[in-house]
């Protein structure tokens, strides 16, 4: 089965400092999405970067990039200039093959410290 | 804007006391999801629809079911809401042509459920 994995479970950033939170993958399939999502809490989960699995250019949003690693199966989130309102839940999540599923990570907890 | 609403966004219940939760879109999309989620944990699919035909997951309990009236509405109907179903209930959309790959999924806001 396919698998996300978050191993981070907390992570702490100095409002404007850089944080990179880590995911890895387990997929046999050759075409999919990544994705990064944001909680905090209890308000909305939004999307905040996806990374098309052919494309090897790496996404950027903004203070959000990606580093796709397609060979080691890696897809870290890197946070520029932290803000107070960066803090939340990060889930990653991956399209699961064949199907219109997500396969998401247990999330890393961000706390942005001023 | 185009959306994503649930309504209540927080509902509370009695313990055995069946409710229904509503979702709607105004995305168009042709998948809804419903989503489990408890404090602290990544969201948990209960079943979705693609388009009229419902995919219910293999561990969701026979309490919960759910109905797709038209492409906009969807509703979670609990039967007998039980204590450890209390958690917050996530709607979201998302569209798929195939051949191409799902794309992204589209969150409600949430709905709080409590049971007492």
């Known amino acids: 089965a396919q698998t996300v994995t978050q191993s981070q479970p907390e992570m702490s950033v100095q409002e404007a400092e850089t944080v990179t939170l880590s995911c890895t993958y387990d997929?046999?399939?050759?075409?999919?999405?990544l994705f990064w999502y944001k909680q905090p809490p209890s308000r909305q989960m939004i999307l905040v970067i996806r990374q098309e699995a052919y494309k090897q250019q790496n996404a950027t949003e903004n203070r959000f990039s990606v580093n796709f690693q397609k060979a080691a199966k890696s897809f870290s989130l890197k946070i520029s200039d932290s803000q107070l309102g960066d803090a939340a839940m990060y889930f990653c999540?991956?399209?699961?093959?064949?199907?219109?599923?997500?396969?998401f990570g247990k999330g890393t907890k961000l706390t942005v410290n001023p | 804007d185009a959306m994503v609403i649930q309504n209540p966004r927080y509902q509370v219940t009695q313990f055995g006391k069946p409710v229904t939760l509503s979702c709607s879109q105004t995305?168009?999309?042709?998948?809804m999801y419903w989503y489990q989620q408890k404090s602290s944990q990544a969201p948990k699919l209960l079943f979705h629809y693609y388009d009229k035909d419902f995919n219910n997951e293999a561990d969701t309990p026979d309490n919960f079911q759910s109905r797709r009236p038209n492409t906009s509405f969807c509703f979670l109907d609990i039967r007998s809401p039980g204590l450890g179903d209390a958690a917050m209930y996530l709607c979201?959309?998302?569209?798929?042509?195939?051949?191409?790959?799902?794309?992204?999924?589209?969150f409600g806001p949430g709905t709080r459920l409590t049971v007492l």
């Open positions: 999540a991956a399209t699961q093959g064949g199907s219109e599923k997500l396969v």
């Open positions: 995305l168009n999309h042709n998948v």
């Open positions: 997929t046999s399939e050759s075409d999919y999405y």
């Open positions: 979201a959309t998302s569209v798929q042509v195939p051949p191409s790959v799902l794309d992204t999924q589209y």
